[in-house]
């Protein structure tokens, strides 16, 4: 059972144009959304997070929206770099039942390719 | 600086044989996890450790084990009734008021 999924493998776009990958999840009881940006061989880096109070939240190029009631989140890159290539993981952090324990639950990943 | 340090970079193993995958913080953090990573696919968890000498089981624990005898160590033993132990292997830690992970840069662990 997925619970976090990211349908598209993977994206192509032209250097200059925006970026938008999609990440869906089930489970209500996550409450907090992480981006992570991943090259092969090495482990991912944090890139973005929100709330599940937010909406929006914008960090330079990068810009997470989340919808709740879809239970759907985006990362918008504008202006897409070549540099930006790389495998984009989408989590999601909920608390375990053992008191301040988390957990975070990541999407299968997608392979953005930013063409110069 | 401070991280975390995920030894060796690569590792080979022969059908059979256990193998230990080396984790280290000195981030002071306390809670550490193991995930694996397969083409195609995200990263799953295998073990978790919120404190000092307790950890539990994450979604595909089965033929792993773990100990966590001190905060900064966490190895993670891929035994030999794991059936697909060919993967990137993950550590990360995390501070106790945030809910993002640091990583490691990983192994990769392949079975010949």
Not at chain 1, 62 to 72: D, E, I, M, P, R
Not at chain 1, 84 to 111: E, M, N
Request: glycine share 8%; aromatic share 12%.
């Amino acid at each position: 059972d997925q619970q976090v999924k990211q349908n598209s493998p993977s994206l192509s776009v032209q250097e200059g144009r925006i970026s938008i990958l999609n990440c869906d999840y089930t489970n209500s009881m996550f409450d907090y959304f992480l981006w992570y940006k991943k090259y092969p061989a090495e482990g991912p880096t944090f890139l973005i997070s929100i709330s599940s109070i937010k909406d929006k939240n914008e960090d330079g190029r990068f810009t997470v929206f989340l919808n709740k009631s879809a239970k759907h989140l985006s990362l918008h890159i504008v202006p897409s770099q070549p540099g930006d290539s790389a495998v984009y993981f989408c989590a999601a952090s909920r608390t375990l039942s053992s008191g301040s324990a988390r957990q975070l639950t990541f999407g299968s990943g997608t392979q953005l390719t930013v063409l110069p | 600086d401070g991280g975390i340090t995920q030894s060796p970079k690569y590792l080979f193993r022969k059908e059979g044989q256990n193998v230990t995958l080396s984790c280290e913080q000195n981030l002071n953090h306390d809670a550490m996890y193991w995930y694996r990573q397969d083409p195609g696919q995200g990263l799953r968890l295998i073990y978790y450790s919120q404190i000092v000498n307790d950890f539990q089981k994450g979604d595909i624990a089965e033929g792993y084990s773990v100990s966590r005898e001190k905060k900064e160590s966490f190895p993670l033993t891929v035994t030999s009734a794991q059936k697909n132990p060919t993967a990137f292997y993950l550590c990360a830690s995390r501070e106790t008021a945030n809910y993002g992970y640091t990583f490691g840069s990983g192994t990769r662990l392949t079975v010949v």
